[in-house]
């Protein structure tokens, strides 16, 4: 039974930082694991991915040069670095891991990052 477990989010001011992290169990060593954000009345978007290797990364448009995604496999732990955060990344993140990119099969619950101006 694969499960991710989310947490890090919270308040913070535009133009401060958090930390995301999703903690996978079962079987997802292999898995790619991604971010997702949903902001209030919008779709859910896609935010960055991981591969099993650390340095198979892709990221959206939007977080590029402010958001880093990275793996810790021995903890099985995913992190989002988010630094530069504006009012607009406001939103519920989270994480989802699948055997390709196009098969997100396992969700967390997400978790809330508001930002303030």
């Known amino acids: 039974q694969v499960q991710l477990v989310e947490s890090g989010g919270g308040l913070v001011q535009a133009g401060g930082s958090l930390r995301l992290s999703c903690v996978t169990s079962?079987?997802?060593?292999?898995?790619?694991v991604g971010w997702f954000c949903q902001a209030s009345g919008k779709e859910r978007e896609f935010v960055a991915y991981?591969?099993?290797?650390?340095?198979?990364?892709w990221y959206s448009e939007f977080p590029k040069g402010r958001f880093t995604i990275f793996r810790d496999n021995a903890n099985n732990t995913v992190y989002l670095q988010m630094n530069s955060l504006s009012t607009e990344d406001t939103a519920i993140y989270y994480c989802?891991?699948?055997?390709?990119?196009?098969?997100?099969?396992?969700w967390g619950q997400g978790t809330q990052v508001t930002v303030s101006s």
């Open positions: 991981v591969g099993w290797s650390h340095t198979n990364t």
């Open positions: 079962g079987r997802t060593s292999n898995y790619f």
């Open positions: 989802a891991a699948g055997p390709t990119v196009s098969g997100w099969n396992y």
